[in-house]
């Protein structure tokens, strides 16, 4: 994956004491993604725009709104999250992410 004509923000975005971290990427439409990184741990997550999560390398299951059952997602794949709502991650290896902001 690789991303053409974009700003790229210095400072990283720092969760969870540093074992999750990214960077926004802002495009020339003036649409942004971040690229991150999360360490093994458990997170939870609040989002205020639908989320669309691409796993770019690494292991993690995560638990959605509205659902009781943990998923594991790892290399090349990708989940949605919805706006206004929360959800769970357990990582089990360093995870590289690619996060889309729908509105």
Not at 27 to 47: I, Y
Request: with cysteine.
């Amino acid at each position: 994956m690789q991303f053409n004509n974009v700003t790229v923000d210095k400072n990283s975005n720092t969760y969870f004491e540093g074992n999750v971290t990214s960077r926004n990427i802002t495009f020339s439409d003036g649409s942004v993604k971040t690229l991150g990184v999360m360490l093994k741990g458990e997170f939870e997550f609040n989002t205020s725009k639908k989320e669309i999560m691409e796993i770019t390398s690494g292991e993690l299951d995560v638990l959605l709104p509205n659902s009781n059952d943990w998923q594991l997602f790892s290399d090349n794949s990708s989940f949605e999250v919805p706006a206004n709502s929360s959800f769970k991650v357990r990582v089990h290896k360093i995870t590289n992410y690619c996060c889309s902001y729908v509105d």
